[in-house]
């Protein structure tokens, strides 16, 4: 099934899956082929209700300590707010809930003082994307998990993440991250007229050891707008969304029965 936009809303925060396999993004954003989350992706969203409710409330001044992060963690991974496959996962509730504890507690004890973060999960300024031909898309939402921190080197915008591969070998991996924090990096300039100074991953990685790690800042907003000799992602974006050409990509690691909803009728995969 095949489906030609021509004005078309987007969430930000989905336009790094965007470039992950386009055709499992389509099922999922145009055509509404969902599937309940696992358990891991729900330990996930709790870590990260943790954290941002911590990072907000030292924005605002006002009090809030590891253990209280921990009760929103907590309070989240047991009243979702999405539906939840317990199945999907080889994870167990005990477990999850253990992980996660132990990521808040390092997430603002050992990350957070880290950064002087002036914005957790921003809401951006819509952006329009003009793919030509009469077809416009608009980037909208809000900055999800990501913040916007100032450093000695101007405004960076870390986007905490979580799973099993976030952290390897004690580095934060920023391997097919661009997508995404290039876009909040675009849409941050958008909206504050600021130009900033790159991109950070914080990676809570959410296996037994529980690692944890931040990257180097990069520039991910390169790679949104291209160079001389290379069309950036947003031409690229454009260019397939003109022609309504959503390619598969059976080589994400999110090309699996678990995460994509589009595993049962896709015969692209293995
Ligand atoms: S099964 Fe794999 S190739 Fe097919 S849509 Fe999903 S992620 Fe893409």
């Known amino acids: 099934m095949s489906y030609q936009p021509s004005n078309l809303s987007i969430r930000a925060s989905s336009f790094g899956k965007f470039f992950d396999c386009a055709y499992s993004w389509e099922g999922e954003h145009l055509l509404g082929k969902r599937k309940p989350a696992g358990l891991r992706a729900l330990l996930g969203t709790g870590v990260h209700a943790g954290t941002a409710a911590f990072d907000s409330a030292r924005l605002a001044n006002a009090d809030i300590s590891p253990d209280d992060a921990a009760g929103v963690f907590v309070d989240s991974l047991h009243h979702p707010e999405y539906d939840v496959d317990f199945s999907n996962d080889e994870l167990k509730l005990a477990e999850a809930e253990r992980i996660g504890l132990v990521l808040t507690s390092r997430y603002c004890t050992e990350i957070a003082p880290q950064f002087q973060y002036v914005a957790v ?25 990501a913040r916007v921190a100032e450093s000695d080197d101007g405004t960076i915008i870390p986007d905490v993440k979580t799973g099993t591969r976030v952290v ?42 529980t690692p944890i790690a931040v990257s180097a800042v990069f520039d991910a907003r390169r790679v949104l707008v ?10 690229l974006a454009a260019d397939m969304f003109r022609a309504g050409l959503f390619p598969p990509n059976p080589q994400s690691y999110l090309c699996s029965k678990q995460y994509c909803s589009r595993w049962d009728s896709c015969i692209y995969h293995e």
């Open 121 to 145: 999960e921003m809401r951006l300024e819509p952006l329009v994307i003009d793919c030509g031909g009469g077809t416009n898309i608009t980037l909208t939402g809000t900055m999800d998990r």
């Open 168 to 209: 390897t070998n004690g580095v934060a991996n920023i391997k097919s991250r661009s997508a995404q924090t290039g876009t909040y990096q675009l849409m941050y300039e958008h909206t504050a007229r600021e130009r900033t100074a790159g991109a950070q991953i914080i990676g809570l990685g959410t296996t037994s050891k």
């Open 226 to 235: 291209g160079t001389d000799e290379a069309p950036g992602l947003i031409q």
